[in-house]
């Protein structure tokens, strides 16, 4: 493609993303750091009666198979479930179609080059920025407030940041 108008992700670079993760990313499931923690006493008191209720799971292919395949469609039959997922996908399907209907109503419609057809997207992609952490600023000082009012809520407080931003649209 001309101009480099679309970037990809190839599966080298998220095999190496994933590595670069596992090894500095730090373990944070529980039964694996107690399971570590079981291996270090059984080599420094050389007491081999140090196990982990994960050493000891046997897993089977019933397990997995429940675990795994069995129960997400179980839960989907839940009212609940059924209706938060039908809203998302209806949510992402109108985001992804405004995200590919754009550059092509510039490109088609209106005649522009491929690069330049695209950059409306970066529109949206700094609005989405600029909203994370909005959201991220507000919370953290919504989280100060509450402290600060010994853990009751100040309802008032959380309309400070909507309010803020809703008065630079004008």
């Not at 397990?63 to 469609?73: A, C, D």
């Not at 109503?105 to 690069?115: D, I, L, S």
Request: aromatic residues 8%.
């Amino acid at each position: 493609m001309a101009g480099g108008g679309r970037v990809t992700c190839s599966p080298s670079i998220r095999f190496t993303i994933a590595i670069i993760s596992a090894i500095f990313i730090p373990e944070t499931y529980h039964p694996v750091l107690l399971s570590k923690k079981a291996k270090k006493l059984r080599t420094s008191t050389q007491n081999w009666a140090w196990h982990s209720r994960l050493d000891e799971w046997d897993l089977t292919v019933n397990e997995i198979v429940t675990k795994q395949l069995t129960r997400p469609f179980a839960m989907l039959m839940t009212p609940i479930v059924a209706a938060m997922c039908t809203y998302a996908a209806f949510a992402f399907g109108i985001l992804n179609l405004g995200v590919v209907a754009i550059p092509v109503e510039f490109r088609v419609v209106r005649q522009w080059k491929e690069v330049p057809s695209r950059l409306p997207t970066l529109s949206m992609f700094v609005g989405i920025v600029l909203g994370g952490s909005m959201n991220i600023y507000a919370g953290r000082r919504y989280a100060r407030i509450l402290r600060a009012n010994h853990g009751k809520p100040v309802p008032e407080e959380r309309l400070i940041a909507p309010s803020s931003a809703a008065s630079s649209c004008r």
